[in-house]
Structure formats: C-alpha cells, structure tokens
C-alpha cells in the first residue's frame, strides 16, 4: 500500500526495489517499481551469469547492473572495462565513491557513461540475444538488437593453450542489409547473411578482456 500510495503521488519519481536481492522482483511488483536490485554480490564476472539467468524472465530495463567499489569481492583482478561492460549489459549505475576515485579515473568512467548512454535504448529496449555463455564454453556474449542498431558485448574468463582467435555468430540481423562496425582497430561492413551465418573473428586475450562491438545498419 506504501508504494502504491507513493506511486500516486510522486509519477515522475524513479523507484528501485532493493530488498533481498533479487528476492523481490515479481511482475506483480512491477506497476510500482522501475529497477530491481539483483543480487548484493556485484562482482563483474559473478554478475554474468546472474544477468543471464535474470534475463530470460524479466526485461532488461528493469535489471540493474552497477560498478562498484568491491568489484573483484572473490579476490579477483578484473580490469574497469570488463566491470563496466558487465554493468552496460543492465541497466547501468556507478555505486563507487566519487569523493575517492582519481580525476584519470572520472573521465574513464564518464567515457564509459556517454558510451551507455549511445546505446542505452538499444539495450534496455532491444531485442536480447544470448549468443554464448560461460557455462557452455570459454566465452559468453549477448547482443541487442533495435530498429537499425545492435550492440554486441563480449567477455573472456581467461585465455586458454593460447588460443586468442573465436568466431561469434550474430543474430537478429537482416540478411538482405549491410551493416558497418569497428573490429580489431579496422572498420568493416558486411552483410547480415553473412554475420548471422559465417561470423566474425574476435581477438580476446589474457585474463577478463572485453569487447562491445556496435553494429548499424548502412542507408
């Protein structure tokens, strides 16, 4: 009834449930909530695998995925890209102390921010496809796809045998139109047949490397 009551009162205001993780994420709920809080566990790689599983009951808008000052809880090194791609994969916040984080590291995180923020409807209102996940392989990536748009994000737990070379399969695409994107420093245009069917080569090396790879449909 409380928040029915503040729902009422205050339209415009954006409210988040954030009791027990993601204990308290219903549909139910929904018509008085715009975000729910997962899990307290915010580790980037941990997240992943929370996101996919989260994601195929509840839309992605109503997910959300922050950086936080203990990313890397299990001991982990992860790098800020791959903290910050895991949290672009939801809906985005920065919980780390502002007040302590170096002015190198503000603009980092604000390169990152203008980033989501290109991308954000495609995310959070795109379509979502889970092209590979760590429980089936090395890597996990999904892609979301909206009007002439998509954004693919791909991660890597660690290098193995020292195999840097997979090849990824989109979807979602259209197989009649061409689409440019920006891989391993080079610009490229192919085809959604081609992208849906042969795939493109990625480079991921070393411990926790990332990639988003943004696709758009050429006129």
């Not at 959300?64 to 985005?92: E, H, N, V």
Request: aromatic letters at 14%; a negative charge; charged letters at 30%.
């Amino acid at each position: 009834r409380l928040a029915e009551e503040l729902r009422k009162r205050h339209p415009h205001v954006e409210f988040e449930a954030c009791a027990s993780g993601g204990g308290r994420v219903d549909y139910g709920a929904m018509k008085y909530f715009d975000e729910y809080w997962p899990s307290d566990n915010t580790d980037a790689y941990d997240r992943l695998y929370m996101q996919e599983w989260y994601s195929y009951l509840y839309p992605i808008k109503y997910m959300r995925a922050w950086l936080t000052d203990d990313f890397g809880m299990d001991q982990r090194k992860i790098p800020l890209q791959f903290s910050m791609y895991s949290a672009m994969c939801g809906s985005l916040g920065v919980g780390t102390d502002l007040n302590k984080t170096s002015e190198e590291q503000l603009e980092t995180l604000a390169g990152y921010i203008e980033i989501y923020k290109q991308i954000r409807e495609t995310v959070q209102l795109g379509d979502l496809y889970r092209l590979c996940s760590f429980r089936d392989g090395d890597i996990h990536a999904v892609q979301y796809v909206r009007g002439e748009e998509s954004a693919v994000f791909v991660f890597l737990d660690h290098e193995r045998y020292g195999n840097s070379w997979y090849n990824l399969k989109l979807r979602g695409l259209k197989p009649e139109k061409r689409y440019c994107f920006e891989l391993n420093g080079k610009e490229q245009s192919k085809t959604g047949e081609f992208l849906m069917n042969a795939g493109i080569s990625l480079i991921l090396k070393g411990d926790y490397d990332s990639l988003l790879i943004r696709l758009k449909e050429v006129k």
